[in-house]
C-alpha cells in the first residue's frame, strides 16, 4: 500500500505492507483523509500523536470502509462505514482502535465531509459544552474563527441557541466569511482596539464563554473581553505556546481558564468526547446546520503539496487527501 511518512523531516511517500489489526482494532480500506493543523506541526517537530509504526506514518482523521476486525472488536462489522482518529491515517490502509470509529451512512455523509468532520466537531463541542459550560442564550467568541475547527465552533454557537457571537480573523477576506457560518460580528484582530467591538455589544461586560486557538499576547486579551466569572478556554495556540499571564486580572474577573487537548486523554476519555459531541450534534451535521467548507482536494500521493498549501496559509476549510 501507500502511505505518507516522516523520514529525516522530510515527506515521503513509500510502498509498505497492509497492517495487521490489534485484538481491539479494525483496518480500514481509506477512501479520504484530512489535513490538520496538528499535521503540519508534525512535520515540523511537535507532537500530536498522530504517528505510528516504526515508519511513522502520517495522519491523525481518516474516513474509509472495515474490512477486518481484531478479536475483541464486537461493535463493528465488516462493511461498516467509519469515520476514524488516531494516528497513521494517510495510507490506503490504517488501523483505529474501535472505540475511535464512529458509523456513518455514505449515501449521508460523503468520503470528504466524512474524513474532516469528526476532530473539529469533537474539539468543539468538548471547549463548548463539556469545559465551557455553554447554556443557551449565552454569548460566545471564538478567537481564530477562520480555520477549520473555528467555522464549526461558530455553528455549533448557532445551533445551540447563542445570543451573540463573535468570530476574529487577521485575514480580511476570510473575516468577512464568517457571517455565512453564523459570527453576528467580526472581529479583526489586526486593529489595536479589536476588544472594543466585543465589550461595546455586551455593555462592557464581556462575553460568557471564549474559544482561544491562539494564545500567546492574545491570552490578557481574550481574558478583559471574558465576563466575569466566565470561561475562557485554550484548544490552540498558534500564536505562541508561552507569554506573559496577568495573575491579577485572571483573578480580578474570577475566570475559569481552562486549557485542553486529546493528547493526555486515554482510549476511554476520548470515546466519550467522541459520543457526547455526536450524540447532541449528528443530527445538525446532516440537516447541513453544521458543515465544512471543502477548500480542495488533493491525492495521496500529492501531501507535500497539501502541506505546503496549509503552511502557506492559502486555505479556507478543509484541504483533503483522496487515496
Known amino acids: 500500500m501507500k502511505a505518507v511518512t516522516l523520514q529525516n523531516d522530510r ?7 497492509v497492517p495487521s489489526p490489534s485484538e481491539f482494532q479494525v483496518l480500514v480500506k481509506v477512501y479520504a483523509c484530512c489535513l490538520n493543523r496538528s499535521d503540519l506541526l508534525e512535520t515540523q517537530g511537535q507532537s500530536f500523536g498522530h504517528m505510528g509504526s516504526n515508519l511513522k506514518i502520517l495522519g ?27 494516528g497513521s491515517g494517510w495510507a490506503e ?3 483505529a482502535h474501535h472505540l475511535r470509529c464512529v458509523k456513518f451512512r455514505n449515501e449521508q455523509i460523503n468520503w470528504e465531509k466524512a474524513s474532516s468532520i469528526q476532530g473539529s466537531l ?3 463541542h468538548d471547549a463548548i459544552v463539556t469545559n465551557g459550560k455553554f447554556k443557551k442564550g449565552q454569548s460566545i467568541f ?13 455553528q455549533i454557537g448557532k445551533c445551540l441557541g447563542a445570543s451573540l457571537i463573535f468570530g476574529s480573523s487577521s485575514n480580511q477576506t476570510r473575516l468577512q466569511k464568517l457571517s455565512e457560518f453564523g459570527a453576528d460580528h467580526l472581529v479583526d484582530i489586526n486593529k489595536s482596539n ?4 466585543i465589550l461595546d455589544k455586551t455593555d462592557g461586560k464581556g462575553v460568557d464563554l471564549v474559544v482561544d486557538m491562539l494564545s500567546g499576547d492574545f491570552t490578557n486579551l481574550n481574558m478583559e473581553v471574558t465576563k466575569i466569572n466566565g470561561h475562557l478556554i485554550n484548544i490552540g495556540r498558534l500564536a505562541g505556546m508561552n507569554s506573559y499571564f496577568d495573575h491579577d486580572l485572571h483573578a480580578k474577573r474570577r475566570i475559569h481558564y481552562i486549557g485542553t487537548t486529546g493528547r493526555t486523554r486515554s482510549i476511554e476519555e476520548n470515546y466519550l468526547v467522541s459520543k457526547m459531541a455526536n450524540d447532541d450534534l449528528w443530527n445538525f451535521v446532516l440537516n447541513d446546520k453544521i458543515k465544512h467548507p471543502i477548500d480542495s482536494v488533493f491525492e495521496l500521493i500529492d501531501a ?16 483533503i487527501l483522496k487515496t
Do not use: P
Open 60 to 86: 491523525g482523521e481518516f474516513a474509509g470502509e472495515v474490512i477486518e476486525l481484531g478479536s475483541k472488536v464486537s461493535n463493528l462489522s465488516k462493511g461498516d462505514k467509519v469515520m476514524c482518529r488516531g
Open 11 to 17: 515527506i515521503k511517500i513509500v510502498n509498505t505492507s
Open 142 to 154: 471564538i478567537q481564530g474563527a477562520s480555520s477549520g475547527v473555528g467555522l464549526i465552533g461558530l
Open 194 to 197: 479589536w476588544k472594543d467591538i
Open 93 to 95: 490502509y490504517a488501523l
Open 122 to 124: 469533537q474539539t468543539m
Open 304 to 319: 507535500k503539496l497539501a502541506l505546503k498549501k496549509m503552511n502557506d496559509n492559502e486555505h479556507f476549510g478543509k484541504i
